[in-house]
């Protein structure tokens, strides 16, 4: 399979400034590097982010920078040493390349690497172009039953938190906040790994709708806040509502949440997950919002709540989301709401950035396909 000699890509040049721009197609591979024609991508909401703000807390754009890292595509060449992959693969990018020396990396917690470069964060270019280098040894192989518009979805982030993080297991209780993607997908890992309960929370009606009939045995909708009520207070208010319809206790063995799980990045979600997660239980932060937050400590302390964070993707995660979807463990395709050809980029991160497409139908997850691909082929 020949390289073609163009790469049209959409790159971010300022903030709500975007073009497509012709990149040069990398020549030179590593031994242990795959070039790969992407023909699927998924807009993620750090994209989004840069996208209306140049910059997520340190990471500031300062240089074009082609934006997109939840891809699949077609391998076009392969290095030198790569035995496990051929052209005309279709595969699964874990778009971060590690240097592999480090103490993180040599612990297995390679995605706290210092020297990561991951696609799309600055000054690292995307994946939103016709052609993508990365290590082969993060190019996934998928099955035949899977498609690169599966191979593109982030089921690997929602993996990582609940299966990895949160160290989830069968018979227990989760309670996810956010009904967004990654809340959906965490939500559907926890009901694959057995769980006896999951329970969706979030303040869009529709998408709790969505939750219930994809992969939510309950949701829930907090209520507003009172006029002049603080943020704890309102926090307070919505987890004794919500513990008391679902009949939730604090301590013992039956009726309690065992892990929370984040995905909203919302104050107010994170004050209330740590009220409602049981005594000794464990709460997981993903959803990346407001940098600063105020949490109920005393609470964290005398309930000895375990709280972590999970960021991105490690060992083992696309590995072991390719085989939830081979196994027909997890659906991914009713999550993708919105499809567009490549020149319609624009549209697809508007369309994003608003939850909302323009002929008013709501966005759970957008797909962009590559040059030269029909949206409509899943691939």
Known sequence: MASKDDNLSFVLNAIHDVSFQQRPVPKALGDHEVLVEVKKTGICGSDVHFYQHGRIGPLVVEQPMVLGHESSGIVSQVGAKVTHLKQGDRVALEPGAVCEFCHECKIGKYELCGHIQFAATPPQDGTLGRYYRLPAGVSYLIPDSMTLEDAAMPLSVAVHAVANIANFRATQTIAVWGAGPVGLLCMAVAK??????????????????????????????????????????????????????????????????????????????????????????????????????????????????????????????????????????????????????FNQAIKAFKATQTGKSEDGKSVIKAIISGPDVLPDDHM
Not at 227 to 238: A, D, L, Q
Not at 287 to 308: H, N, R, S
């Open 192 to 341: 694959a790994l057995g769980a006896v309960r999951v329970i969706g929370i979030d303040i869009v009606p529709s998408r709790l709708e969505f939750a219930k009939n994809y992969a939510a045995t309950d949701v829930f909708l907090p209520p507003a806040p009172n006029p002049n009520e603080s943020k704890m207070e309102h926090s307070k208010r919505c987890a004794d509502a919500m513990m008391k319809e679902f009949d939730l206790q604090e301590r013992g063995g039956v009726n309690t949440v065992d892990v929370v799980v984040d995905a909203s990045g919302a104050e107010p979600s994170i004050q209330t997950a740590l009220h409602v997660v049981k005594a000794g239980g464990t709460f997981v932060q993903l959803g990346m919002g407001t940098a600063d937050v105020q949490i109920p400590m005393t609470l964290m302390l005398i309930k000895e709540v375990t709280i972590k964070g999970s960021f991105r993707y490690g060992p083992g995660d696309y590995p072991f989301a390719i085989t939830l979807v081979a196994q027909g463990k997890v659906d991914l395709r009713p999550l993708v709401t919105h499809r567009f050809p």
